[in-house]
């Protein structure tokens, strides 16, 4: 066994909590990390390894959490830096890693840093953010664009300077070529290390550097009528620059300050830009996050060679990862619809790669529809009417039957879905054909079969909809048969190979059966077999 075998994360499955909606204890219709303490034991029971929250720091909350005004306390909102500690040595005691949300691109507007940054000129912090002259009197430095729509430069009239801002004007960009900068987020992060934190993930991380001559960036040729207005331009002197790497070898090393750490990487590129964040010899992000079945088009046609592409352009030694839903997506649930929700769930399962699920997820929570009076997301205020709001996939966690969802005592701070005195985790627990029950016994078996964790990837030819892949080990193979269509179809036995039986459907009612000739699957239906691993 090398150290790679034992590194934890490759073993482990994680779990993303949005704090704001997991569970509320102080009744204020927020969720808080007493509230994740007290769901630790559901945590544990559906058998994930690691907990990623989304930000609990203090920050005036324009994008919730994601504008933070003091990188090393905890806003009240949430609790107190007691509960957080208590969270970490209850996690550590189930056997739970906890995993926090760094967001080093940006602070809040309402940091003690900004506000001395734009208070002159020539003070110390000025270089701490990225200021510049505008191109003439009115205009902005470059075209850049907000990720939120409009220019990505604001204009502060006491200094005569613009400032720039990725995402919210609230959200001003810090300047990583300034190595001030650089050190006090690293110890920012030994700050949270030290308290027992087993890693980060790191917002946009992707954007950290920028062109250092600022160029216009080109406009899109591929823009789509309807998509968000940041899309006519592309990114190519805003994001994803060379010397961002050097930045990420640097995390990585206070990450290797501290045994067993795992650092990961927000990143939105292709997959072949996505794994250079890998980092020469491996030194960069351990798990640069793949976003590739977010966005595909659900056909088994593409996701096989999404897998092929990602499998193909891993460098030599690197650990895969899949993604299958977070708080910025629409939910899986409502993207591919409920049916094809649980064969997603088996492919997320048993792909070669860390999985990482998004609460309720688990229990097929849907994007919910969200009142014009209720839209919380800024992005969806700032650019209304095409579906890029974000609170749709954000509502709170749906508990048990009652009032409020079990999530609250009071009215929740975005609305509950409709379907929740059904659709809760107590409801769904008791019954052994739900996806709830179908989640854990995916888990549990990837527990048990240790090629679905580190057995090699084998893709086999298959027709139509179905989705067709080995995971090899020494002596059997587990071989994964899944059914992207709505209609029934039938694989013929050389490509499933011999003595096979089948140890999860994803109906949950065929395990046990042997399959002795061809295989049947039903619309919509996912199986995964065992047996010998003799030639197929
Ligand atoms: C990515 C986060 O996931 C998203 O929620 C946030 O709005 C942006 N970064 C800006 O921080």
Redesign the pocket.
């Known amino acids: 066994m090398d150290q790679s075998d034992k590194d934890w994360w490759r073993h482990g499955i994680f779990y993303q909590v949005y704090p704001r909606s997991f569970q509320d204890t102080d009744g204020d219709g927020v969720g808080d990390i007493r509230g994740i303490i007290e769901r630790l034991p559901y945590l544990k029971s559906l058998g994930i390894d690691a907990v990623w929250l989304s930000p609990i720091f203090p920050s005036p909350m324009a994008?919730?959490g994601?504008?933070i005004s003091d990188y090393t306390g905890i806003d009240p909102l949430f609790g107190t830096m007691d509960d957080f500690d208590a969270l970490v040595s209850a996690a550590h005691e189930s056997g739970l890693k906890i995993i926090l949300d760094l967001?080093p691109?940006?602070t809040s507007d309402q940091h003690p840093w900004f506000i001395e940054s734009r208070g002159s000129r020539d003070g110390p912090k000025r270089d701490w953010y990225i200021w510049r002259d505008g191109k003439s009197e009115g205009e902005p430095p470059n075209n850049w664009l907000s990720?939120f729509g409009g220019s990505a430069w604001a204009y502060d009239d006491a200094t005569g300077q613009y400032y720039y801002h990725a995402?919210l004007a609230q959200?001003p960009d810090l300047n990583w070529r300034n190595p001030a900068v650089r050190e006090v987020i690293y110890e920012v992060m030994r700050f949270w290390l030290r308290r027992g934190v087993d890693g980060f993930r790191v917002?946009?991380i992707w954007h950290l550097i920028k062109d250092v001559e600022f160029r216009d960036n080109p406009a899109n040729p591929h823009y789509l009528e309807g998509r968000p207005p940041n899309e006519k331009i592309l990114t190519q002197y805003s994001t994803d620059q060379p010397e961002v790497h050097e930045v990420i070898a640097e995390m990585r090393r206070v990450i290797d300050e501290f045994d067993d750490r795992v650092l990961i990487g927000?990143i939105y590129l292709p997959l072949h830009r996505l794994v250079v964040y890998y980092g020469n010899d491996l030194a960069g992000a351990q798990m640069p996050f793949n976003f590739a079945l977010l966005s595909t088009l659900w056909s088994a046609r593409s996701i096989e060679k999404i897998i092929a592409d990602y499998e193909s352009a891993l460098p030599a030694g690197a650990w895969p990862n899949w993604v299958l839903g977070?708080?910025?997506r629409p939910r899986v649930a409502s993207r591919v619809g409920m049916e094809q929700a649980r064969v997603a769930a088996m492919l997320l399962l048993t792909l070669r790669g860390t999985p990482t699920l998004y609460y309720g997820d688990e229990i097929g929570m849907h994007q919910v529809a969200i009142a014009p009076d209720q839209v919380r997301d800024p992005?969806e205020k700032n650019v209304p009417g095409i579906g890029v709001g974000?609170d749709g996939c954000r509502t709170p966690m749906q508990w048990n039957a009652t009032a409020n969802a079990g999530f609250s005592t009071t009215r929740p701070w975005l609305p509950l879905a409709d379907d929740y005195t059904h659709e809760n985790v107590v409801n769904l627990d008791a019954d052994a054909g739900s996806v709830l029950s179908l989640y854990k016994a995916l888990i549990a078996l990837r527990k048990k079969w240790p090629q679905l964790v580190t057995g090699a990837y084998q893709p086999v030819a298959a027709q139509g909809d179905i989705l067709l892949y080995r995971r090899e080990g020494q002596d059997s193979v587990i071989v994964v048969a899944l059914n992207l269509g709505p209609e029934p179809a039938s694989i013929a036995s050389d490509s499933i190979g011999f003595g096979r039986q089948i140890l999860l459907s994803t109906f949950l009612d065929r395990q046990g059966e042997e399959i002795h000739g061809a295989l049947d699957l039903r619309g919509n239906e996912g199986v995964i077999l065992g047996g010998p691993a003799q030639a197929g």
């Open positions: 994008d919730f994601y504008d967001v691109n940006h990720e995402f959200q917002d946009v927000e977070n708080h910025d992005f974000r």
